[in-house]
């Protein structure tokens, strides 16, 4: 049972074009969310998160939208660059279960020059 | 650089035998995770420990252990290892304690079972 799902493994955009990735949860006790990078024979990097008592958080280029009622999160990168090519998770994690963070299939995203 | 640390990079064994993984945390974490990552499969959280104690298990399997130490590096230990046991093994750590605050990441060690 997935609890964390992200429903297209890939996306690929223009560059300078936004980027929208999108994240749904199943889980209403998840309270804090965070959206991870990862290159090739890398680590996840952590991008940015927010926490359930906010519907936005911003940071640079990106922005993550949360919407509790509908329980989904996008994060949207403006504008996109073709270093921002990579495969990005949407992670959640609850207070209440010892934030144990669970995360998503990820999306594979292409930025074309 | 996250400032998570693990070795090694690459692991290759064969079935039946028992490996360890080793990572160490960012300067100050007292938290540490591990995670398994599958071929195009999702990070699977595997087992946290908090200063030198089990703090939560995810889907690790009993031929999996893991445990931190005092000066809080840790260790994933892989035993009867099978084929399907390949993958992609990150630690990650994280502040804890202080709520809401991100994992960071390691690189990762790659274990091959021929």
């Known amino acids: 049972d997935q609890q964390v799902k992200q429903n297209s493994p890939s996306l690929s955009v223009q560059e300078g074009r936004i980027s929208i990735l999108n994240c749904d949860y199943t889980?209403?006790?998840?309270?804090?969310f965070l959206w991870y990078k990862k290159y090739p024979a890398e680590g996840p990097t952590f991008l940015i998160s927010?926490?359930?008592?906010?519907d936005k958080n911003e940071d640079g280029r990106f922005t993550v939208f949360l919407n509790k009622s509908a329980k989904h999160l996008s994060l949207h990168i403006v504008p996109s660059q073709p270093g921002d090519s990579a495969v990005y998770f949407c992670?959640?994690?609850?207070?209440?279960?010892?934030?144990?963070?669970?995360f998503g299939p990820g999306t594979r995203l292409s930025v074309l020059p | 650089d996250s400032g998570v640390t693990q070795t090694p990079k690459h692991l290759i064994t064969a079935t039946g035998q028992r490996v360890t993984l080793r990572c160490s945390p960012r300067?100050?974490?007292?938290?540490v995770y591990w995670y398994q990552q599958s071929l195009d499969q999702g990070l699977q959280f595997l087992i946290q420990?908090?200063?030198?104690?089990?703090?939560a298990k995810g889907n690790i399997l009993e031929r999996f252990s893991a445990q931190q130490f005092p000066d809080l590096h840790s260790e994933l230990n892989l035993s009867s290892l099978e084929l399907g046991d390949s993958a992609l093994y990150f630690c990650?750590?994280?502040?804890?304690?202080?709520?809401?605050?991100?994992?960071?990441f390691g690189n990762g060690t790659r274990l091959t079972v021929t």
């Open positions: 300067s100050g974490d007292l938290s």
């Open positions: 992670a959640a994690s609850a207070l209440n279960y010892g934030q144990n963070f669970v």
């Open positions: 889980n209403s006790m998840f309270d804090y």
């Open positions: 420990y908090y200063n030198g104690e089990e703090r």
């Open positions: 927010i926490s359930s008592i906010k």
């Open positions: 990650a750590s994280s502040v804890q304690g202080a709520v809401n605050s991100p994992l960071h």
